[in-house]
């Protein structure tokens, strides 16, 4: 399926089979074509030099950007070719789109189509009047016909004015690495459920945490993208098994090996909005030490209210709870939820519902997953560095079923060979194993036997859901 998603257009989410956080390879080096389309030439360009240290060379650079949020995974590099200046104009005549039609794009006689991974067009346009989005993106790479052969490739644009170089907190870059981290896969955006008259409201673009958010000023993409993209391994991110404490490293930090997110998963999807399509059936769990690109633009970190005027709001050090649903879609997405979800200043006070710039649970507080019972509390704060946070889960061992479903029973734990669940009264279920990183490895029918006997030793967790009700029971299953 071809996907195209617009900056300024939320994504549209079709609701299919449940899914699980599919964790790609690491992307690599990503080789890229710059292609910068100017017809009216109106003066306000920036040079090419310019253009080629804000992509990639100078310390504020998008490769500076990318090396650090993926902890040196991945890089981008690329050539900037010259300005167009003799294609067909862009708005004129037979053209309908802000950016120039595919058979143009794939059509730039020096541009070497067979070695590149993606290619970025800038259709430069500053004029008023226009209604085009500030970006566009692929979220995979598509098919074109060259004039060297037919060759794959993400393609994404972006259009606006340019601050380059060395300005992250301006729209330029930040728009870029929104629109690349779109063609790297991610093709949603991160939102935030916040209350607007009293009732949970899915805000689009709300998490101004994450590169995905409203503003996307600088900030690494959340946990959950940095676990798809496998730039958080298993060294990195830990599954909450049992009540404990834990310290979470600041997610924008290189530390190999340290703790940087935390993955909890609900025995009980919560649906805080019935109006809409989504639950969250896990949390990722993380901490914004606001270092490196991060803190380039904590002032941007603030409410603006109805009258343009601003909340401050610098307490921001503390928990990100992130609902992330695994049910509804091809594709994991992540929800921020705010933990001071009420308008500032009270109902009708203008609040502007736009940024949850509140969200993060402070010292001291605790927040308990509706309809599961497990809470988390911060009892330690070391502003840039860690958290501390206590997780209490219900307690799980072999022979205590902490929820049921029903007369549905799941056994043996230990298992060898073969875990099986019975159904007697013949509900409609599904069951999936994961293993603790998230990743489902079983997927089981109603009343089945799950053969395992192929899988390593360790931990894994096994999901029943009833799919009428959507009411779930979970289990740890240990594998000898
Ligand atoms: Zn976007």
């Given at each position: 399926m071809l996907k195209i998603y617009l900056l300024t257009v939320l994504s549209v989410l079709c609701c299919s089979a449940n899914a699980q956080v599919t964790v790609t390879s690491v992307l690599g080096p990503q080789e890229l074509a710059v292609v910068p389309f100017d017809y009216a030439m109106d003066g306000t360009e920036i040079t090419l030099a310019e253009m080629d240290s804000g992509l990639f060379v100078s310390p504020y650079s998008i490769r500076a950007f990318y090396e650090e949020a993926s902890y040196g995974k991945m890089t981008i590099r690329g050539i900037v070719y010259p300005y167009r200046t003799n294609q067909p104009p862009l708005f004129g005549t037979g053209y309908t789109s802000c950016y120039p039609e595919d058979a143009v794009i794939a059509n730039q006689p020096d541009v070497d189509y067979s070695i590149i991974d993606g290619i970025v067009i800038f259709p430069h346009d500053t004029a008023s009047g226009k209604s085009c989005s500030a970006g566009l993106s692929s979220s995979e790479k598509l098919p074109f016909s060259t004039p060297v052969g037919n060759h794959e490739f993400r393609r994404s644009g972006f259009r606006t004015q340019f601050y380059f170089p060395n300005d992250f907190s301006q729209t330029t870059s930040s728009t870029i690495a929104h629109e690349l981290m779109h063609s790297f896969g991610n093709d949603f955006h991160s939102n935030a459920y916040i209350k607007i008259d009293g009732e949970w409201t899915l805000q689009g673009y709300g998490n101004l945490f994450d590169i995905l958010g409203l503003r996307s000023q600088a900030s690494h993409p959340c946990s959950m993208i940095k676990h798809k993209l496998g730039w958080l391994t298993e060294n990195e991110i830990k599954t909450v098994q049992q009540t404990d404490t834990f310290r979470i490293y600041a997610l924008e930090k290189t530390l190999p090996g340290k703790t940087q997110a935390l993955i909890v998963e609900l025995p009980h999807a919560v649906d805080l909005q019935p109006n809409d399509a989504f639950a969250f059936d896990r949390l990722y769990l993380e901490y914004r030490g606001l270092t490196g690109f991060d803190y380039r633009s904590p002032a941007l970190r603030r409410v603006r209210l109805k009258d343009n005027s601003y909340h401050a709001n610098d307490n921001i050090h503390g928990l990100l709870v992130i609902g992330v649903d695994c049910t509804s879609g091809d594709d994991c997405l992540p929800m921020l939820i705010d933990m001071r979800p009420e308008p500032i200043g009270g109902l009708g006070a203008g609040y502007l519902p736009h940024e949850a710039s509140d969200a993060p649970l402070l010292l001291g507080e605790k927040y308990t997953v509706p309809g599961n019972e497990i809470s988390m509390e911060v009892i330690n704060v070391n502003?840039?560095?860690?958290?501390?946070?206590?997780?209490?889960?219900?307690?799980?061992?072999?022979?205590?079923?902490?929820?049921?479903?029903?007369?549905?029973?799941?056994?043996?734990?230990?298992?060898?060979?073969?875990?099986?669940?019975?159904?007697?009264?013949?509900?409609?279920?599904?069951?999936?194993?994961?293993?603790?990183?998230?990743?489902?490895?079983?997927?089981?029918?109603?009343?089945?036997?799950?053969?395992?006997?192929?899988?390593?030793?360790?931990?894994?967790?096994?999901?029943?859901?009833?799919?009428?009700?959507n009411r779930s029971m979970s289990r740890h299953i240990v594998k000898l």
């Open positions: 502003e840039g560095n860690y958290i501390d946070v206590v997780i209490t889960m219900p307690a799980v061992a072999s022979s205590i079923e902490p929820y049921r479903l029903d007369g549905v029973e799941i056994y043996p734990s230990p298992a060898q060979d073969y875990i099986r669940i019975s159904n007697p009264n013949a509900k409609s279920l599904t069951a999936r194993l994961y293993d603790v990183y998230g990743n489902l490895v079983l997927n089981g029918e109603n009343g089945t036997t799950m053969d395992i006997s192929g899988l390593s030793a360790g931990v894994y967790i096994l999901i029943v859901r009833d799919i009428n009700t």
